[in-house]
């Protein structure tokens, strides 16, 4: 050890030029590429003489080289240089992104009813270059302007098809310029027509399978394009019965065959032994939903966030309780692992399957020896009451 630079035994703090404690919380942020700590230090690195956001995504450097830094400014004064890479003087200006981005998303909002929205007309209204705006929105929001523009106007579509107006008036309210627009991206966006949205699947083929897995029965449930629905407890009969309500004109075929591969890649996670599960998904949902649903599937396995976690990864700090709905309304679970978010105390929250299955499914993540398997019969669905159920 270099007698010169003496490592401060405070726990938690670092005099000026000393490198952090190995259980200094900083530092585990560091090491785990928290960005939500970005903008609240940075790390200088003596052997380049860079400093870092904590959730740069370069090589870590050893802990012995870091000092940290309240601010850019501190780092600066100190002799390091801003990465080139993070960008760390951007995540300082995080409050002000933060208002630019919720302009913009109001100016799509605004101007809706144009059947496109350009990239340069955006910039224009932000008073950046187009790659700067695109950057900036995508790294607040999770999706590109144009994917917002596009699911704005998919929510207004769902809503006029769900009053039952017509196709032609329901695709003009909602700002499509022409048919041959909306039924060009209408099978991606919806998984099926606009009017067999309308008519509720109508003549849409859902292939349907069930297996038996480590938290019970599970139905799973697809389209051509992906899995569009998962069920867990119950018979199998309630589960069927619970997703032809879900999809009330389409054609249900069951189909062990077509689901297997699907189906095999879900019950290895569930056993641990595949712990990225990376299916496709064909679900409908609003931006905001999305947004949430792309950080779920963000979340490490074993570990879990809270609500509020969440919502400030979307940018919306005070959404806690849409984060909340959108969990609640998440309709492939696993897949999405909306379990895996939590109350700030650490306590469950809610689960559509059950608080049970929510548990169960912790339990196995973490590797606990309690993960065992629950007995269905004390399954609680979460389309079937159980006062319904007892009549």
Known sequence: MNPKRPVSRKPYRTAPGDPPAPDDPRWLAVLARDSTQDGRFVLGVRSTGIYCRPSCPAKKPARERVVLYGTPGDAERAGFRACLRCRPREAAGEPAQTALVRRVCRYIEENADLERVTLDALAKEAGLSPFHLQRTFRRAMGISPRQYADAFRL?????????????????????????????????????????????????????????????????????????????????????????????????????????????????????????????????????????????????????????????????????????????????????????????????????????????ALLDRERGGKDAVRRPEKTRVSGEAPRARRAR
């Open 155 to 359: 929510g207004r579509l769902k809503a006029h098809l769900k009053r039952k107006e017509p196709v032609t008036m329901a695709m003009y309210e909602a700002g499509y310029g022409s048919s041959s627009r909306l039924y060009e991206r209408a099978p991606e966006q919806l998984g099926m027509t606009p009017g067999d949205y309308k008519a509720g699947g109508r003549d849409q083929e859902i292939s349907f399978a069930t297996t038996r897995t480590p938290i019970g029965t599970m139905l799973v449930a697809a389209t051509a394009r992906g899995i569009c629905s998962i069920r867990i407890g119950g018979s199998e009969r309630e589960m069927r019965a619970g997703l032809g309500r879900e999809f009330p004109a389409a054609k249900l075929r069951h189909d062990e065959n077509a689901l297997g591969r699907w189906v095999r890649a879900i019950v290895e996670h569930l056993e641990g032994t595949l712990p990225r599960l990376d299916v496709p998904v064909d679900a409908r949902a609003t931006a905001f939903q999305w947004r949430v649903w792309e950080e779920l599937r963000a979340i490490p396995y074993g570990e879990t966030r809270s609500y509020e976690e969440v919502a400030r990864l979307v940018g919306r700090p005070k959404a806690a309780r849409a984060v909340g709905r959108a969990c609640a309304t998440n309709p492939v679970a696993i897949v999405i692992p909306c379990h895996r978010v939590v109350r700030t105390d650490g306590s469950l929250g809610g689960y559509a399957w059950g608080l049970g299955v929510k548990q």
